[in-house]
């Protein structure tokens, strides 16, 4: 499915509305970064593990280990949605709630 620029821009402005986010699928996480003490920070990118033809259960080891080991550093966790991602796992799902609304 090919979405226009501006389709993603309209997601970006969804998403960045909601407060808390939790509970987000593996799929929709571009990368995480880890804020450490001392201004330091470790950053793990979901996009280029996958590439390297890591499975998504094996790239969700990886951020535990990297975070059991850092633990006592970590300051904050944040992360990077991939909107491209959000996009096309829920804009399905939104068109067959508005079909049916008409």
Known sequence: M???DDFFERWE????GIDEKTA???ECIKKV????DGRRRKTINFQTLKKQGLALD????????QLAE????????E???DIPAVAEMVQPH????LNRLK
């Open 94 to 97: 939104t068109n067959k709630i």
């Open 79 to 81: 992360f990077v949605l």
């Open 58 to 65: 094996e790239i969700e080891a990886i951020i535990t280990r």
């Open 13 to 16: 402005h969804i998403i960045s």
């Open 24 to 26: 987000i699928p593996l």
């Open 2 to 4: 090919n979405l226009s």
């Open 33 to 36: 970064v880890i804020r450490l």
């Open 70 to 77: 850092l633990s006592d550093d970590v300051h904050d966790v």
